[in-house]
């Protein structure tokens, strides 16, 4: 087992030594055109450089927590049209960092992934955000491309999550548009408000389907275990991969410190519930998610990798089996 973190990276004072820098459209837009490039090229070197700066920090970690989830922007802005030429020019004097860190995480067996946000919807029934949510499934597989893969089958996730009116009908079409390399990558999720994991079942004989037990805990108010019928069919759509899952709590105060939480006793709002925590505070939900010995866990929780450096401790005194060299 592996467990991960997403995005960023945090030192023992709470801060980030290697932090990704964003900028916005309007900032963008608002310059002449040398001062564009100037600064998305800028903000792209420092981005892959503290990217192979984090992967050199995770080199130094146990096995088990060499895993982790890339920030979106590490190309800024890459798929607003006005800067996607401007990338078409300098992108090559990328090409080594990106070809540095892919070759670095792989020498060192650090699991990589990306995961575009909620407005990367496939199934939408809006042509035009369909249109949009594949240029950015491609942009994601353009960055995990240029650092070395989508070669195989899942060696580097690229996760979705399947809402949309459309349903997996237009997910299935607007899959069929990806190219090869994004077809090797994506993976579709459960979420808590509209694709239960028996919706994005539907996708397993397309792409995996990654497991995130938080949500399905929101919308269904129930602890799913590992010898749950559905769980053997998440792990046939990995085709031998390891299959990953997802593990948040809902946020500190809102749940009881130990044992199942049940929606029906606490009074509050679904929307309540799907906040995460800054820490796994709770042992009963650890071991659950610990139970899980399948799958690696990428842990969604606000305080990053410090939290899952509790976890992976807390799992070690109970004897939980870790990836080793």
């Known amino acids: 087992?592996?467990?991960?973190?997403?995005?960023?990276?945090?030192?023992?004072?709470?801060?980030?030594?290697?932090?990704?820098?964003?900028?916005?459209?309007?900032?963008?837009?608002?310059?002449?055109?040398?001062?564009?490039?100037?600064?998305?090229?800028?903000i792209s070197t420092l981005n892959?450089?503290?990217?192979?700066?984090?992967?050199?920090?995770?080199?130094?970690?146990?096995?088990?927590?060499?895993?982790?989830?890339?920030?979106?922007d590490l190309l800024p802005l890459y798929t607003v049209p006005e800067a996607t030429v401007l990338y078409h020019d300098f992108l090559p004097d990328l090409t080594p960092l990106f070809a540095e860190c892919g070759e670095f995480a792989r020498q060192h067996n650090i699991r990589l992934s990306f995961h575009p946000g909620q407005y990367t919807v496939l199934a939408s029934d809006n042509p035009l955000v369909v249109a949009r949510a594949i240029?950015?499934?491609?942009?994601?597989?353009?960055?995990?491309?240029?650092?070395?893969?989508?070669?195989?089958?899942q060696d580097f996730k690229i996760n979705?999550?399947?809402?949309?009116?459309?349903?997996?009908?237009?997910?299935?079409?607007?899959?069929?548009?990806?190219?090869?390399?994004?077809k090797r990558m994506l993976t579709v999720e459960n979420d808590e408000i509209s694709c239960s994991l028996d919706d994005v079942l539907q996708a397993?004989?397309?792409?995996?389907?990654?497991?995130?037990?938080?949500?399905?805990?929101?919308?269904?108010?129930?602890?799913?275990?590992?010898?749950?019928p559905r769980i053997a069919l998440i792990k046939a759509s990995w085709r031998g991969v390891r299959p990953v899952l997802h593990y948040s709590i809902?946020?500190?105060?809102?749940?009881?410190?130990?044992g199942f939480p049940d929606q029906n006793t606490l009074g509050l709002s679904k929307t309540?519930?799907?906040?995460?925590?800054?820490?796994?505070?709770?042992?009963?939900?650890?071991?659950?998610a610990l139970?899980?010995?399948?799958?690696?866990?990428?842990?969604?929780?606000?305080?990053?990798?410090?939290?899952?450096?509790?976890?992976?401790?807390?799992?070690?005194?109970h004897s939980v089996k870790f990836a080793e060299h």
Not at 48 to 72: D, H, Y
């Open 1 to 42: 087992m592996k467990l991960g973190f997403a995005c960023k990276f945090l030192n023992a004072e709470l801060s980030q030594p290697f932090p990704f820098r964003a900028t916005t459209r309007k900032r963008f837009l608002g310059l002449e055109n040398k001062e564009r490039i100037a600064l998305i090229a800028e």
């Open 48 to 72: 892959l450089t503290n990217l192979l700066l984090v992967l050199r920090q995770l080199a130094l970690a146990p096995e088990a927590l060499r895993m982790m989830r890339i920030g979106s």
């Open 135 to 153: 240029e950015d499934v491609e942009y994601h597989a353009l960055c995990a491309k240029l650092m070395g893969y989508g070669k195989h089958f």
């Open 160 to 182: 979705i999550h399947m809402n949309g009116k459309q349903g997996f009908a237009g997910f299935s079409e607007a899959f069929a548009k990806l190219s090869p390399e994004a």
């Open 204 to 228: 397993a004989e397309l792409c995996p389907v990654v497991l995130d037990i938080h949500h399905h805990w929101v919308k269904e108010n129930q602890f799913i275990l590992p010898d749950d």
């Open 250 to 258: 809902s946020q500190e105060g809102l749940i009881p410190a130990q």
């Open 272 to 288: 309540k519930f799907r906040a995460h925590s800054d820490y796994y505070f709770n042992p009963t939900l650890n071991d659950w």
């Open 291 to 317: 139970s899980f010995t399948d799958f690696d866990i990428m842990c969604e929780v606000k305080m990053k990798n410090i939290a899952r450096e509790r976890l992976y401790d807390y799992a070690r005194l």
